[in-house]
């Protein structure tokens, strides 16, 4: 049985799987052990938080999500245009511009060139708006997509928190910190009244918060919560399609190759 867009949501399946992936890596960070360290350093507990090669992984994998939830749109619109009579080429590609006017001029390029009807050039500039005021989640990943292209995604570390830390004082008793938070490299003070000569008894669980970094459209933003949305639509845009192609003589909006613009 033949299933219309198969391989386009097989690439998202596989961009979830990065965002799996990467869900692991900051939520396991305390299995990176060049991320960060902790110490006894006289009265201070002395963190220390090396940021780059952590943050580098994590863009490695924004990267491959986003660049997977691309090309599933673009396999999408390649589909489409075969199911409309039409012939894909190497320019054929899914419509995101940042206006609906840029959009239309793209849709009506198609069409004139007979790759997709009238039906579907209405259906994607007035249903899907793959624009910014339109569709902002389709319009951040063309965008972010783009710049990963030139450069790699280094998100922001806006914070860490370390978890159940506990040291062992001179007297042997065990002082617990139950949450410590940092963003850099820094000296926390050791209440005297605790004792001195501390020693780490355990260096407890780590969380980290990664967002998107300025300039980007998801700017602040949390990357996993960012990407499941842009994941999410997707899905919705593939699903949207489908009823247009119900079945291999379908005569919904797909119809034959139209012949003129309107």
Same mark, same amino acid.
């Given at each position: 049985?033949?299933?219309?867009?198969?391989?386009?949501?097989?690439?998202?399946?596989?961009?979830?799987?990065?965002?799996?992936?990467?869900? +692991?890596?900051?939520?396991? +960070?305390?299995?990176?052990?060049?991320?960060?360290?902790?110490?006894?350093?006289?009265?201070?507990?002395?963190? #220390?938080?090396?940021?780059? #090669?952590? +943050?580098?992984?994590?863009?490695?994998?924004?990267? =491959?999500?986003?660049?997977?939830?691309?090309?599933?749109? =673009?396999?999408?619109? @390649?589909?489409?245009?075969?199911? @409309?009579?039409?012939?894909?080429?190497?320019?054929?590609?899914? %419509?995101? &511009?940042?206006?609906?006017?840029?959009? &239309?001029?793209?849709?009506?390029?198609?069409?004139?060139?007979?790759?997709?009807?009238?039906?579907?050039?209405?259906?994607?500039?007035?249903?899907?708006?793959?624009?910014? #005021?339109?569709?902002?989640?389709?319009?951040?990943?063309?965008?972010?997509?783009?710049?990963?292209?030139?450069?790699?995604?280094? %998100?922001?570390?806006?914070?860490? &928190?370390?978890?159940?830390?506990?040291?062992?004082?001179?007297?042997?008793?065990?002082?617990?910190? %139950?949450?410590?938070?940092?963003?850099?490299? @820094?000296?926390? %003070?050791? +209440?005297?009244?605790?004792?001195?000569?501390?020693?780490?008894?355990?260096?407890?669980?780590?969380?980290?918060?990664?967002?998107?970094?300025?300039?980007?459209?998801?700017?602040?933003?949390?990357?996993?919560?960012?990407?499941?949305?842009?994941?999410?639509?997707?899905?919705?845009?593939?699903?949207?399609?489908?009823?247009?192609?119900?079945?291999?003589?379908? #005569?919904?909006?797909?119809?034959?190759? @139209?012949?003129?613009?309107?």
């Amino acid at each position: 049985m033949y299933h219309v867009f198969h391989q386009s949501r097989a690439k998202v399946e596989w961009a979830k799987k990065h965002i799996r992936d990467l869900h +692991a890596l900051i939520y396991d +960070a305390t299995a990176q052990p060049h991320f960060y360290s902790l110490s006894v350093r006289e009265d201070n507990l002395h963190v #220390a938080i090396q940021k780059g #090669a952590f +943050a580098e992984q994590v863009a490695l994998f924004i990267g =491959d999500a986003l660049h997977n939830l691309r090309s599933s749109l =673009d396999i999408l619109f @390649c589909e489409v245009v075969n199911l @409309c009579g039409g012939k894909d080429d190497r320019w054929t590609h899914f %419509p995101i &511009c940042d206006t609906r006017e840029k959009v &239309c001029v793209r849709l009506n390029k198609t069409l004139k060139e007979r790759q997709i009807t009238v039906g579907v050039r209405d259906f994607v500039s007035d249903t899907i708006k793959p624009y910014k #005021a339109g569709n902002f989640s389709l319009w951040a990943l063309h965008q972010l997509n783009m710049m990963d292209k030139h450069q790699l995604l280094i %998100p922001t570390i806006d914070a860490v &928190c370390f978890l159940n830390v506990s040291l062992r004082n001179e007297k042997d008793e065990i002082i617990r910190h %139950p949450i410590i938070f940092a963003d850099e490299s @820094c000296d926390i %003070p050791l +209440a005297r009244q605790n004792g001195r000569q501390f020693k780490l008894e355990n260096q407890g669980t780590v969380q980290v918060v990664v967002a998107f970094n300025l300039g980007t459209p998801y700017a602040g933003e949390r990357v996993l919560v960012s990407l499941k949305a842009i994941t999410e639509e997707v899905s919705r845009t593939i699903e949207a399609f489908e009823p247009l192609f119900a079945g291999a003589h379908s #005569a919904s909006l797909a119809g034959t190759p @139209c012949r003129e613009t309107r």
